[in-house]
């Protein structure tokens, strides 16, 4: 999480849109099933309204610090579901998990971190949601907001939750003036209610998380809730020709006709020239769709236009997003971890000319590889197969490219290293998640980096 206000720039910028009244929490008894970060975070958050009971079909390390919890481990927790008054879900729940299926039919409210929190906090939110595209925007808000001089906490599915700026556990306390940007995943805006940001940002749609919404339908009804209840004083920033539901001020990003445009070779505001397209410091044209949904958000709350493309032209990203980790040799090694989705994966691709070694693979959740394809055969020497994607990737881009299936990470790193040359980039863009192998995608990516750091100098 960042917060607060930079050392420097005090009155740059300006929001003068203020946050709108929250409704009441919901009343107790709580049991928050799910105690892994989240979950944790909001059993703490909740201690001061009232009775907190907590369940983990698992140990995780989270659970075990709590205090002031009765907490139930390796337990699904159904026998506490008739004490409570509320059931709050954490994000990695389903929906069918049989505490909640219990606590639906007893009537409880089912409600989730993100919600709550938002309740619990009395500043502007920044909602930022899509498919891809999500940390690498916040990061870039809260940079144009630390230009700007506006006190400012990046929080949510980005890292810090939500819940720790309620309670002041993580990071530096913010005061009721800055703005809170938050990441929220489709898993965490389907278990909102009246989740209404002052400002909601949609990047992006494409098939992803299939295997937990069912259908892609599902999971675009569960990012458009990003909207839903915003009122007219709110902002709705969308790619241009989506209609976002609710009734917010609606403010397009995209080609030349949308309130920020990218035409010419320049980004314009409403007409008028904000900065070249080619001083955004961010590689890739995903990322300069990302930089143009920042600045649209910044630009609609009335933030300074100079602090907004001095942040476009300084920031240079994030780790695990298309982040270099070596050269060698005149090989670039570049670290896309997050990439865990055809369409982050097709991007993260084509933000190089060519000469690609591409390492995919990991594990699967829904839906197949061919989208892929054309990236692949324009723009890669050769694909690295991982994890237990491997074999439907091997079929699904039969044709393209040579094929290597190389099993783990590190065989990938090495070959992908001995086959590449001069000019060219070892790039690992996985497309799957991460869950076969690691942790996370962050423990995938500071793997990876550490295997370029054995290979030789950076």
Aim: aromatic share 4%; with cysteine; charged share 20%.
């Amino acid at each position: 999480m960042t917060a607060g206000p930079p050392p420097r720039g005090a009155g740059h910028g300006s929001t003068s849109r203020a946050a709108k009244p929250r409704p009441p929490l919901p009343g107790g008894p709580y049991l928050v099933v799910g105690l892994r970060v989240s979950g944790a975070a909001t059993a703490s958050m909740l201690l001061a309204h009232g009775e907190v009971m907590g369940c983990d079909r698992a140990r995780p390390a989270e659970a075990t610090g709590l205090r002031g919890v009765e907490v139930r481990l390796e337990s699904d927790g159904l026998d506490l579901v008739d004490r409570a008054g509320t059931l709050v879900k954490s994000p990695g729940v389903p929906a069918e998990a049989p505490v909640v299926r219990a606590g639906r039919e007893r009537g409880l409210e089912i409600i989730g971190e993100l919600e709550l929190a938002w309740r619990l906090l009395a500043n502007q939110f920044i909602a930022v949601t899509g498919t891809n595209g999500k940390t690498t925007t916040c990061e870039l808000l809260g940079a144009i907001h630390r230009e700007a001089g506006i006190g400012v906490a990046v929080a949510g599915n980005v890292g810090a939750p939500l819940a720790s700026l309620v309670t002041g556990e993580v990071g530096t306390p913010i005061g009721p003036e800055a703005a809170v940007v938050c990441e929220s995943s489709s898993f965490q805006l389907e278990d909102s209610s009246a989740f209404a940001p002052e400002c909601g940002v949609l990047l992006n749609l494409a098939e992803d998380h299939l295997d937990r919404h069912g259908s892609f339908e599902a999971y675009r009804a569960a990012k458009l809730r990003v909207f839903a209840n915003q009122e007219e004083d709110d902002v709705a920033v969308a790619p241009a020709g989506l209609d976002p539901p609710g009734r917010a001020e609606v403010v397009s990003f995209g080609p030349d006709g949308a309130e920020l445009a990218h035409r010419d070779e320049w980004l314009w505001w409403r007409g008028e020239r904000l900065m070249p397209a080619a001083d955004v410091r961010l590689r890739g044209t995903h990322n300069l769709q990302n930089a143009m949904a920042a600045a649209a958000a910044a630009l609609a709350r009335e933030i300074d236009t100079r602090a907004v493309s001095d942040a476009l032209a300084s920031f240079a990203g994030v780790p695990h997003r298309l982040e270099e980790v070596g050269h060698l040799d005149g090989v670039d090694f570049v670290n896309d971890s997050k990439a865990t989705n055809v369409a982050s994966a097709a991007v993260g691709i084509e933000a190089f000319e060519g000469g690609v070694h591409l390492i995919l693979g990991g594990s699967l959740k829904g839906g197949g590889f061919r989208g892929l394809r054309s990236a692949v055969a324009t723009r890669c020497r050769a694909c690295y197969l991982i994890g237990e994607a491997a074999e439907r990737l091997a079929a699904d881009l039969e044709g393209t490219v040579p094929l290597h299936r190389c099993g783990d990470l590190e065989r990938a790193t090495a070959a992908a290293a001995a086959g590449a040359r001069s000019g060219e980039v070892v790039l690992l863009s996985p497309a799957c998640a991460s869950f076969d192998q690691y942790a996370n995608f962050e423990a995938r990516g500071d793997h990876f980096r550490a295997l370029v750091k054995r290979l030789g100098p950076a």
